[in-house]
């Protein structure tokens, strides 16, 4: 099961975009493990991680301005992007485990959604 992230686009300079991965099978649970981008030519990197054990770390590069929502739900994952510079523009990544339903039973360890594009441009 290969969640799709969405709700990229095209932004200018000093604005927002939230993006989200979702299960669309209902019997899964998303255990985020964390967000990454990836930029032409350049490796992908690491925007925030999540570990299950210890705190959210965001890359230097977005501290203060891109955030976890609190209203994560069990089936979706979602990353809060303000304050978007051209710097920002990549494909970005979420990195998941998935559960079944609310059961401690791994269905899918450490997965890759298929990226959404984020252009930031004037």
């Known amino acids: 099961v290969q969640l799709q992230a969405f709700g990229g686009g095209l932004v200018q300079p000093g604005g927002s975009l939230r993006i989200h991965c979702a299960a669309s099978d209902s019997r899964f649970r998303i255990r985020a493990r964390g967000w990454y981008r990836q930029a032409p030519g350049n490796q992908r990197e690491m925007v925030v991680a999540?570990?299950?054990?210890?705190?959210?770390n965001y890359a230097d590069f977005v501290k203060g301005r891109f955030t976890i929502p609190g209203d994560n739900s069990q089936n979706v994952m979602s990353l809060e992007m303000n304050s978007l510079e051209p710097e920002d523009t990549a494909v970005y990544y979420c990195?998941?485990?998935?559960?079944?339903?609310?059961?401690?039973?791994?269905?899918?360890?450490?997965?890759w959604g298929k990226g959404t594009q984020v252009t930031v441009s004037s």
């Open positions: 999540m570990p299950s054990r210890g705190t959210t």
């Open positions: 990195n998941y485990d998935l559960y079944y339903g609310s059961t401690t039973m791994l269905y899918a360890w450490d997965n």
